[in-house]
């Protein structure tokens, strides 16, 4: 868009794209004013530009120099540039110098000699480079280098005397060191001479000294530093025996080495191994470049570029593959362990260079290597520079760009975070930045192929910083972008430095990129953290001083548009930046700036930032004066006078709070200080009073929905929240660290409490952004340390649990949970995120048993302190469960399954819990009228199936049912009164729900893998019947739940869901010869009961999609005897193969089949044959029914050809189990973690993924309610109807509101009116119209409601009238029929009416978070995880063919199909697929109860319209997914 000129207002962004207009940013950011009068000359030199950063090329590095040149090298590229006579550097003197020593002694080798090597090395780098360019020929290295041959050689020093000959030594080491970066030349010459070979006889040598040894170490660290050097080091000589450098090291630190000599020689073998994996990823690269996967790039290029460019071409014009990970997998030259591989390669290189700073660097001579450090040298080598080179020399970034553009590789998402990881670890610090600015063609092609994974439209409506990950290559985009402008901007210095001509077009061009940049929200995030790194803000400050000097008269500084661009930003750079190291060296210049230019609003406000600094040292002594003025101004929190407080809460955090430890660092005891100081100054007390204030000024505006404010607003606030946390978490841990002090003051959990429902409770995009996260994380880590001060020595009873720091901190939490209405949810997310997650732990390797009795200890401590608070948790299950609001039901059953499993305790405690209210709900009808289920039963009936699915908690139910406890009789009771309610179940909607859950509570309770000991875990040696009685109910109530479900299956009234789900729990119990023991005598019993199946199966099909026929004839095939199976020509044997589950004996004959199928009228051939030709007509349009055809075909041949039908046999032993283990054994000798590289489906679907409603008929739990005579009732000085009239009527900012605080500036605007047809005005202010909120995203949290109206870009525009808004066609219609709101299911608003500026709420996409609409491809989040196991996949309705018994029943270690085998993050599949359900074994299983994988609340509806349970979802019914292709 244009630059125009609006009165005096300076500029205003006028953007005539939509872009701009959608990029909500920009309404709540007050534009600059200069009272400036330009004139048109001004305008022309300003570029008119809007930022789009993708049409933004990186240039060549200009001024820094690059990260892994030598000094020498820079220096001679320096030098290449200058005219040598007019070099004023000194190096001419220098060359001069170096070539008169090298001259001088040719011959003598005395103590002169050793004293010109000692001087040499300091002269290197400028000598030889003046040297090399005046004159090339003349070889002054090749003498360099004998001369160090010969100082490093032991037998010439031993011939010096005493003294000199160490003195000689010490200087042939630092010579090797200049003399390695001197070019190529300088170090093949040393290597050529053996320079390797000496330094090793040298460390070998006996009696050297360590500090000798040091010395040749870092000699050869320098050596090795250079790729050349590694190259020779790493290969092994040319004889046989000869070994390589890395062998010879090894054997040396294998000595009896000090320990700071191993120190250094480890640092050298790290450096190897860092070397070593980067060529393993080169090598992989390359392959893939050699084989690119698809069909359509068959010819091989080896060129790494050439496929780079390719891979460039395959994203824009969309290939459409078939991006199946099994097919590309197959088709490709990697395997699924190359790919396994790949990542562990790249988590391993982030992880060294995480430690470099530790771990590869040479120690300071007179360090010692202890655990902790209270004073010592700061000074260190940089690791970096190396490590830069070794990733120039493997063309890393290359790779990683083919690896992203590769679609074997880009589709799996472990290798996308592991790439994502390192770039963003590089994209950290200064000399990352220019690693990839040196890198600029990598660099440039590497951002585009990462961009094709984040969704653009995504980024602009997502209020962000780069540390989300969808937001990360825009990210990296941005601030490679502001580093090139920065060189830009120090380049022009240097060109240009007291020329008149100040605003140059080149350099107003830079500013103004920079200005654009920060429009964006990622992007200013980009510019705040690029320009608070090293001295990159002096480029900035330069430019300031150079428009303040007096000498160029008032008005000219004030009318350099240059000046006032570097205003804004240095302001904007102060505000946003949480790293204050900048700070300590510019605080003083800038506050000097502020003074001197005392009309400039930017500065003046800068100048308040930059207050508290005014006479600062940063160091600990400061600390008391920091919190004094802390504690001065905290009345002017969150005001235009108090943004002192957050520099100060900035600075205290650099200086208190230790950066997170790395494995291999000494800890540095200063920080230990710096927290006594901390509380010496009371600063807990003022650290809690800080929380309260800011608690208290979001609740105002948070209870009316109102964002928070503009983008400063939010970042103050944010920032300031951290801050205090980080200060707080630091105190209280070292506090508590040891448990021998006590801390009581509750006030620190309940500020905690309040502040998380204000900023994580609901957030507005649905998620938590990554600011919020970890917000809440240190929320639950401040709270996690209350359990840290319980002192184990002491004995535990009754009075001290309860009153010990854990257990009055819990009392805080489960207190405030039910304390008020808005807390509820976010008490419980709280709750859930301070219990350990459910055992076993998903782990790639083996747990120790040490560390598994540590977390068994934890649960059981947790279990003891909660059990202190019995009543509280009671009563919050007991308020919680009849609860309507599905975002409270989740979290319920969360909450549950965590405590259940703790230990046997809790578990009892929770599921008693949820027995009683069954028994109450089910006697509360008088005796004699018929028992009315009710909406609560339903819900209750939900909450026990979805707990019942989970181990802990189905043991407990178990053990509860079965009666034999004193007391527990009830529970029995209620258990056989459920049985006969679904039995009996009739027409009735909500009776006929109930029957649903109830046979999936059955499923669960006759799954023998839901279970507490698992049998693949190398731990148990349980017997197959022990494994059994200690997951199955008893023998009694296995006969009553056989009875039931065959009662069920023979009741016409059953629905379709119910009869489903009982044929699969059929299935599971023909397993074992127990379950089918009982099922037979109960077929016995109701011998009609399959044939009525059969009919209702075919009578049904042309509605069913299939289901029901393919499961039904499963189980027909799984009860027949194994060894029948053989005549179908079917490898469906049922043998397993790794024999963890022997066979079932037990089975019927095809003629007892054919008994069971038949009746009087008809025989089952002829209904088979029917359904036969039902299937092959449907099948003509749907192939995936193919198999379901020839099981049909294949069990009507088995029938008649078996003869005349004959009545079950009589003669079977019942298999006895032994009793079952008592709860508290089972729960002490459980499994505590599984093999599995992919995480389990039933905690994903809980844990990590997004909570989505089902679908429940929500108006059977519509209650009238009358409000007027509730608050008469109430509250009976409340005039209800006034108040609703004045708080939606009045306008935001007239007095009726008065109590918003000064803070909140709330936008005013004109009534818009919907005039009905009555006449009546229904007022609806924007800000409740848009608090209608976007559908959650994230780890389960997210807040309640569907979408209104897209509003358009139409209606959005500014009005430019004083006439009030006239209505849109769409409006008025809508007016007529009275619904304001349109129904739900429509997207929600890309961004609210633009009237409610300011006060657009926490539901709508409020100003600062707008955007296009961000949910644009909302199945992104929401796609179930496709877990295939290795049973064939139901299309459409194939039921499972036949053979798919044949795999292996389930080590968890093996990999479950390609799909799921991912440790992050679902993909979308293209195709519904069945989600799976919790299965450690690949047995085709049937989903958890309704569709959808694990627990049923969270299916997100996989693919299922109707809404109707026990679906197994397929490709037949349902939506379909929108699918996104990954090659975009």
């Known amino acids: 868009g244009a630059l125009l000129i609006i009165g005096d207002d300076g500029y205003e962004q006028i953007s005539s794209d939509e872009d701009g207009i959608a990029d909500l940013e920009r309404e709540t950011f007050k534009y600059p004013s200069f009272d400036i009068e330009y004139t048109a000359e001004d ?140 070019g190529t030349r300088g170090i093949t010459g040393l290597l050529r001479a053996g320079v390797i070979n000496s330094l090793f006889e040298l460390l070998f040598a006996d009696h050297v000294s360590s500090s000798l040894k040091l010395n040749a170490f870092k000699a050869l660290d320098s050596v090795i530093s250079m790729t050349e050097g590694m190259e020779t080091f790493l290969k092994c000589g040319l004889e046989a025996h000869e070994k390589s450098g890395y062998q010879r090291l090894l054997e040396l630190i294998l000595l009896d080495q000090t320990v700071r000599v191993v120190t250094a020689g480890s640092a050298i073998l790290q450096k190897c191994h860092f070397y070593e994996i980067l060529s393993e990823v080169k090598k992989m690269a390359d392959l893939l470049a050699e084989n690119p996967p698809l069909p359509n790039h068959a010819e091989s290029e080896q060129d790494s570029d050439a496929v780079l460019e390719r891979g460039n071409q395959e994203y824009e014009n969309d290939v459409e593959a078939p991006m199946d990970m099994d097919n590309l997998l197959e088709s490709s030259s990697m395997s699924e362990g190359e790919v396994e591989k790949l990542i562990s390669l790249l988590d391993e290189i982030l992880h060294l260079m995480e430690t470099a700073p530790h771990t590869m660097i040479q120690p ?125 901007l120090f380049c022009h210095f240097q060109r240009c430095t007291a020329t008149d001509e100040t605003d140059h077009s080149d350099l107003l061009g830079t500013l103004h990129n920079l200005y654009l940049i920060t429009f964006n929200p990622v992007g200013r995030s ?44 240095v302001l904007l750079v102060v505000q946003s930046s949480s790293d204050v190291q900048m700070l300590e060296q510019y605080s003083a210049v800038l506050l000097k700036l502020c003074k001197a230019d005392e009309n400039n609003t930017k500065l003046q406000e800068l100048g308040k930032w930059l207050e508290p600094l005014k006479t600062l040292r940063f160091e600990i002594n400061c600390i008391p004066n920091l919190i004094e003025y802390i504690k001065q101004n905290i009345d002017t929190l969150m005001t235009q006078d108090g943004v002192g407080l957050p520099t100060a809460l900035r600075v205290l955090c650099h200086i208190a709070c230790p950066p997170p430890p790395v494995e ?67 105190m209280l841990t070292e506090l508590l660290r040891g448990g021998s002090f006590e801390f009581k003051d509750m006030r620190v959990p309940s500020a905690l409490i309040s502040l998380h429902m204000l900023l994580c409770s609901i957030p507005l995009s649905g998620r938590l952004d990554s600011d919020e996260q970890k917000i809440q994380n240190d929320i639950v880590d401040i709270l996690l340390t209350f359990t ?25 939490v489960l207190t405030s949970i039910l304390r008020i209405p808005e807390g509820f949810f976010s008490g419980l997310i709280l709750l859930s995120e301070l219990l350990p997650l459910p055992l076993p732990m998903q782990t790639t390797q083996v747990i120790e048993p040490h560390d598994i009795s540590v977390a068994l200890n934890t649960r059981k401590l947790w279990s003891m302190h909660l059990h202190v608070q019995a009543k509280l948790l009671q009563e919050i299950v007991r308020s919680f469960s009849g609860s309507t609001c599905q975002p409270i039901q989740h979290m319920l059953r969360r909450i549950c399954v965590q405590l259940c499993d703790l230990a046997s305790p809790t578990a009892l405690l929770i599921m008693r819990t949820v027995l009683d209210l069954l028994v109450e709900d089910l006697q509360s009808s008088p005796e004699d009228k018929e028992k009315q289920y009710t909406g609560q039963t339903t819900r209750l009936l939900a909450l026990l199936d979805a707990l019942a699915s989970h181990k802990a908690c189905k043991l407990a139910i178990l053990h509860l049912i079965n009666g034999t406890v004193k007391g527990d009789e009830k529970y029995a009771e209620v258990f056989q009164e459920l049985l006969s309610l679904m039995r009996a179940a009739g027409d009735n909607v909500v009776h006929q729900q109930c029957a649903e859950y109830l046979a999936s509570i059955l499923q669960s309770l006759c799954d023998q893998d839901i279970a507490l000991i698992l049998p693949s875990s190398s731990e148990s ?93 499963d189980f027909m095939r799984q009860i027949l005897n194994s060894d029948m199976l053989g005549c179908c020509g079917d490898d469906g044997s049922l043998v397993e193969v790794d024999g963890t589950h022997p066979a079932r004996t037990l089975g019927l004959t095809t003629a007892e089949l054919k008994y069971q199928l038949q009746n009087k009228e008809e025989a089952p051939e002829n209904l088979l044959l029917e359904l036969e030709k039902l299937v092959l007509e449907r099948s003509k349009e ?61 905690l994903k679907s809980m844990w990590f993924s997004p909570f989505q409603a089902e679908e429940i008929e929500t108006d059977l739990d519509m209650v009238k309610v009358d409000l007027i005579d ?259």
């Open 364 to 488: 300071p001579v007179k360090s010692f290597p202890t655990t902790a450090r209270i004073t010592g040298p700061p000074e260190r080598d940089d690791p970096f520079p190396v490590l830069f080179r070794y990733l120039h020399n493997h063309h890393f970034l290359e790779s990683v760009t083919l690896l992203l553009s590769n679609p074997i590789t880009n589709v799996h998402p472990g290798v996308l975070q592991s790439i994502r990881d390192i770039l963003r670890f590089l994209v950290q610090s200064q000399k990352g930045l220019l690693f990839f600015l040196s890198e600029y063609e990598a660099t440039n092609l590497l951002v585009r192929a990462f961009c094709q994974f984040s969704d653009p439209d995504q980024e602009e409506g997502l209020q962000t910083d780069g540390a989300s990950d969808e937001a990360f290559p825009l990210w990296l985009l941005h601030s490679t972008q502001t580093l090139q402008c920065i060189s830009e």
């Open 1270 to 1528: 509730l608050s008469e009732k109430g509250c009976s000085d409340f005039d209800l109807q006034a108040e609703l009239e004045r708080s939606f009527l009045s306008e935001p900012s007239s007095p009726g509101r008065t109590k918003t605080t000064k803070g909140f500036k709330l936008g005013k605007h004109k009534h818009e009116t919907f005039i009905t047809s009555s006449g009546k005005s229904e007022y609806i202010e924007p800000a409740k119209r848009a608090h209608i909120v976007p559908p959650p995203r994230g780890r389960g949290r997210g807040a309640f409601g569907q979408g209104i109206r897209p509003h358009d870009i139409f209606r959005q525009r500014k009005q430019n009238t004083s006439r009030p808004p006239s209505m849109h066609v769409d409006d008025f219609v809508a007016a007529e029929s009275k619904e304001v709101v349109p129904p739900d299911g429509i997207p929600p608003p890309k961004r609210p009416p633009k009237v409610s500026q300011k006060i657009s709420s926490r539901g709508g996409f409020s100003g600062n978070r707008g955007g296009r609409g961000a949910f644009h491809s909302q199945n992104r989040f929401f796609t179930p995880p496709a877990s295939k196991g290795n049973y064939s996949r139901r299309e459409g309705a194939r039921g499972s063919s036949w053979s798919a018994q044949s795999s292996p029943r389930g080590t968890y270690s093996e990999s479950r199909g390609g799909q799921s085998n991912f440790n992050r993050g679902p993909l979308p599949p293209l195709r519904p697929l069945s989600s799976a359900a919790y299965r450690p074994s690949p047995r085709d299983r049937a989903s958890r109860g309704r569709g959808g994988i694990g627990p049923s609340w969270a299916s997100a509806n996989s693919g299922s319209s109707s809404g109707s349970r026990g679906k197994f979802i397929s490709g037949g019914s349902g939506r379909g997914r929108h699918v996104r292709s990954f090659t975009r």
């Open 664 to 730: 291999g660092q000494q800890k540095d005891l200063k920080w230990n200080l710096a927290v006594i100081q901390l509380f010496s100054s009371e600063g807990m007390d003022t650290f809690i009073r800080v929380l309260q204030k800011l608690n208290s000024i979001l609740i105002q505006p948070w209870r009316l929905h109102v964002n928070m404010g503009t983008t400063l607003h939010r970042v103050t606030t944010i920032s300031m929240a951290r801050c205090t946390l980080t200060l707080l978490k630091t």
């Open 788 to 812: 840290q001060g319980v002192n184990e020595k002491l004995t535990i009873s009754e009075e001290t649990l309860a009153n010990n720091t854990w257990s009055l901190m819990l009392k805080e």
């Open 1021 to 1113: 040696t349980l017997s197959e019947l022990e494994q059994l009685s200690n997951s199955l109910p008893s023998k009694e109530l296995m006969a009553s739940i056989c009875d039931s479900l065959m009662e069920t299956l023979a009741n016409a009234e059953s629905s379709y869901n119910c009869l489903l789900t009982c044929i699969r729990t059929m299935m599971f119990l023909t397993e074992h010869d127990y379950g089918f023991y009982h099922l037979k005598s109960s077929l016995r019993k109701h011998g009609g009961a399959l044939q009525t199946v059969l009919k209702r199966v075919v009578s049904s099909f042309s509605k069913d999609p299939g289901e029901l026929a393919s499961s039904f004839l």
């Open 43 to 182: 305008l022309a030199r300003v570029p008119p530009v809007t930022y789009d950063p993708f049409d933004r090329e990186l240039g060549p590095l200009l001024y820094f120099s690059c990260p892994y040149k030598t000094t020498f090298e820079t220096e001679v590229a320096k030098l290449r540039d200058q005219d040598l006579d007019k070099e004023n550097t000194g190096a001419a003197e220098t060359s001069v110098k170096l070539t008169e020593l090298l001259e001088l002694y040719q011959e003598e080798r005395g103590a002169k000699w050793v004293t010109a090597l000692e001087e040499i090395p300091s002269l290197t780098v400028k000598g030889l480079s003046y040297l090399q360019i005046k004159d090339p020929n003349q070889d002054y290295v090749s003498q360099l280098v004998d001369w160090t041959m010969q100082s490093l050689n032991l037998q010439m020093a031993l011939r010096q005397p005493i003294a000199l000959n160490v003195r000689q030594l010490k200087a042939g080491t630092k010579l090797v060191s200049s003399l390695v970066e001197c």
């Open 1182 to 1242: 749907d192939d995936s029914l193919e198999s379901l055809l020839d099981n049909v075909v294949g069990l009507r041949q088995m029938l008649e050809s078996a003869g005349d039908p004959c009545p079950l046999s009589e003669q079977d032993v019942e298999p006895v189990l032994p009793s079952p283990e008592s709860l508290q054994n089972l729960f002490n000798n459980r499994t505590a973690y599984i093999l599995a590289d992919v995480m389990d489906d039933q």
């Open 526 to 569: 980009a510019v705040a953290h690029v320009f608070s790194l090293e001295k990159n803000l002096q480029s900035l400050i330069t430019l300031m001083e150079f428009y303040s000097k007096e000498a160029l008269g008032d008005s000219k500084s004030k009318k350099s548009v240059a000046y006032n661009y570097a205003c804004i930003l």
